[in-house]
């Protein structure tokens, strides 16, 4: 008075490859997200992105200074 075996089949999933809309999720509303990300985490976008701008103005003038400086 055991259990019986059963028999199960596979199932296998497949895409249309007239109906894939994977990826349309994603691409949904994306200002929205970034703009939400942004405002939540703003004090570490600032912390990150100060001391990148900070180093790429002042690479950018003390070139323009050796520039001018080899000028004459």
């Known amino acids: 008075m ?3 075996p059963v028999r199960m089949r596979a199932v296998i999933y497949a ?5 894939q809309k994977i990826m349309s ?3 949904k509303d994306v200002t929205g ?3 939400h990300k942004i405002s939540e ?3 570490s976008a600032t912390l990150l992105l100060t001391p990148l701008v900070g180093t790429y ?3 950018q003038n003390y070139q323009e ?3 001018l ?3 004459y």
Request: proline share 4%; glycine share 8%.
């Open 65 to 67: 200074k050796e520039k």
């Open 2 to 4: 055991g259990k019986q």
């Open 57 to 59: 103005t002042y690479v």
């Open 33 to 35: 997200k970034i703009s």
């Open 41 to 43: 985490n703003w004090i």
């Open 15 to 19: 895409l249309s490859p007239f109906q």
């Open 25 to 27: 999720g994603l691409w």
């Open 69 to 71: 400086a080899h000028r």
